[in-house]
């Protein structure tokens, strides 16, 4: 699969998404691959994909398990889950903006960030090259790039946190959107898991 990274992650970011490795099979990265290699691939395609994995008992498995290992989603797991069943009921206009808020407090307590520091990616990027996880040095650097993108700062148009939790936004509230972010929150638990369980190496 490592060959396959690289290259999607890269048609991701040109998509303004987010390469959800973790929740695809080998098969469908190798699908989405031979599409990309034949100039077929779509952001759809993608999407469906992640959307097919992504079941309901898989997602709140990794929720429980995170606010019970980690101290920066510690207290939050009755407000993701019950977003995530707001999510499995087809109630965006719920899940979206507390998936938000709460990935943004997730971000911040990971990277010390006070309230009036603005808000940034906060995983690690530069631990991964000596544990010879590169793939996942790949996947942080896109991961951060696509959270600086959702909560990019003064933007008041299109899927960022600023329109939708200032309430300007008022067509926020789609599956894609809210998987995404539910999503992503996954993602965090899984860096932290690899940097909690591996060592330098090199």
């Known amino acids: 699969m490592a060959s396959f990274h690289g290259p999607l992650h890269r048609f991701c970011q040109e998509n303004d998404f987010y390469l959800f490795g973790s929740t695809l099979t080998v098969g469908d990265m190798e699908t989405a691959y031979n599409h990309l290699m034949a100039g077929t691939l779509t952001k759809q395609e993608l999407l469906d994909a992640v959307i097919k994995r992504s079941l309901r008992h898989v997602v709140e498995g990794y929720v429980k398990d995170a606010c019970a290992k980690f101290s920066s989603f510690a207290g939050r797991e009755k407000i993701l889950l019950d977003a995530v069943e707001a999510h499995f009921a087809g109630k965006y206009t719920l899940s979206v903006p507390v998936f938000f808020a709460q990935l943004e407090g997730i971000l911040r307590q990971i990277g010390a960030l006070t309230y009036k520091d603005n808000i940034k990616p906060t995983i690690k990027r530069d631990i991964w090259g000596n544990r010879l996880l590169f793939a996942i040095e790949d996947a942080v650097g896109a991961f951060n790039a696509f959270i600086s993108k959702l909560y990019e700062g003064q933007k008041n148009d299109g899927f960022n946190r600023n ?24 993602e965090v638990r899984i860096f932290l898991w690899f940097e909690e369980n591996t060592k330098r190496v090199v």
């Open 163 to 186: 329109p939708v939790l200032h309430g300007m936004n008022l067509t926020y509230d789609t599956e894609e959107y809210s998987l995404i972010l539910l999503l992503a929150i996954c």
